[in-house]
């Protein structure tokens, strides 16, 4: 077949089926999915277990080199204009 001087080929399906394809059985594929996704469940909460006790020995060692030192008097929240040289705008202040 000749389009605009072109020749153009149709190509044929072949329908030989590979072994796997041949040999696969529906019912043992889906309860094999089926077992899989309950492991999956099973894998998330043991993921999120081992989580948890990495965090906590991450917070355990981060506490640990902290030194707690009690206040001392009231502590005041000011406000920001109150602080500040007056609301003059520099280039380095706040927006």
Do not use: C
């Amino acid at each position: 077949m000749v389009v605009h001087g072109l020749e153009v080929m149709l190509l044929v399906e072949v329908a030989i089926h590979t072994y796997r394809v041949a040999t696969i059985q529906e019912m043992v594929n889906t309860q094999a999915l089926q077992q899989a996704l309950d492991l999956l469940s099973m894998l998330r909460g043991y993921t999120y277990l081992r989580e948890g006790i990495a965090k906590a020995w991450m917070a355990h060692f981060y506490n640990h080199k902290v030194k707690e030192r009690p206040l001392k008097g009231d502590l005041v929240v000011r406000k920001r204009e109150a602080t500040e040289k007056g609301l003059i705008q520099e280039n380095l202040t706040p927006n």
